[in-house]
């Protein structure tokens, strides 16, 4: 007689993850090796699962939503997925990354930080340890923070990518994060993107001074459809917006201080003169 391990899905929310597939794996009548056949991997592998040995990831559970023809219902996996992974990010963020992974346009200006759309691995593990320094975020937290952020950087690779408009302050290229030579690696990256045909990269200089629009990171999306949302953050909530009465001036703002910024040119410029001066 087969073995069947007791679940406890209230231990955590993988637990409960791992619950629920069984259950509707049970629900109809299959085995963990027919589920294992349809999305591309092991019975041992959907058991690690099941049993909260192994996390899911976010294509396992595109593929398990097939498998159980749940795609883009409430009960999908994928959604689930979705909320434990984003259970230690602010409030409105989720809702901010679905729309981000849809848009065509994408407007970012950042303070103190290099935009996490281009942060390298090393470079986000760094701020993700620093908030776990501070007692703001567990470890645990911390990998998820890193694996969301690589998720969403993954999106941008597709055939037609979305074009992507970036003002950074100036604070984001001299913030020390991770040491040397994270900052060498993070300040390469940067030249790279900004050689890419869909990315535009500009740097707010400090003598913009009282004239920089934000304090606070800001980032802009265009939807296909070229409805506008925006999303705002403080250090303790995120806020989603799509009412024009609030997005259109905050776009117009963008464009105001995309103006005040450095050229391309000089913004790469200023980058790579940082970089050869960083040991």
């Known amino acids: 007689m087969v073995n069947i391990k007791e679940l406890n899905p209230d231990a955590s929310p993988q637990a409960a993850y791992g619950a629920r597939l069984r259950r509707v794996r049970e629900q109809r009548g299959w085995i963990q090796d027919h589920l294992a056949s349809l999305v591309g991997c092991t019975g041992r592998h959907i058991s690690a699962i099941e049993t909260g040995r192994k996390s899911a990831t976010l294509p396992f559970s595109r593929k398990v939503d097939v498998a159980f023809d749940l795609v883009g219902t409430p009960d999908s996996f994928e959604r689930e997925w979705r909320e434990m992974k984003h259970g230690s990010l602010l409030e409105g963020f989720p809702e901010y990354v679905g729309y981000e992974g849809r848009a065509v346009e994408i407007r970012l200006f950042d303070i103190g ?7 390298t ?18 470890s645990e937290q911390a990998e998820e923070r890193v694996s969301v952020l690589m998720e969403r950087q993954a999106v941008l690779v597709r055939p037609r990518p979305p074009m992507l408009f970036v003002v950074m302050d100036e604070s984001c290229l001299h913030q020390a994060v991770g040491g040397p030579e994270v900052m060498n690696a993070q300040l390469q990256r940067l030249e790279e993107l900004a050689s890419r045909p869909n990315w535009f990269v500009h740097v707010s200089p400090f003598a913009i001074g009282a004239r920089r629009a934000f304090d606070l990171p800001v980032n802009v999306l265009t939807l296909a459809d070229r409805s506008v949302v925006a999303y705002a953050e403080s250090q303790a909530q995120g806020r989603v917006e799509r009412e024009s009465s609030f997005v259109m001036p905050m776009l117009m703002t963008y464009h105001q201080l995309q103006g005040e910024a450095l050229s391309q040119a000089a913004s790469v410029a200023k980058i790579s003169q940082l970089r050869k001066g960083t040991p």
């Open 121 to 138: 691995p090393e470079y986000a593990q760094a701020v993700a340890d620093g908030a776990v320094q501070r007692g703001s975020i567990t």
């Open 113 to 119: 930080l290099v935009p996490g759309l281009m942060q």
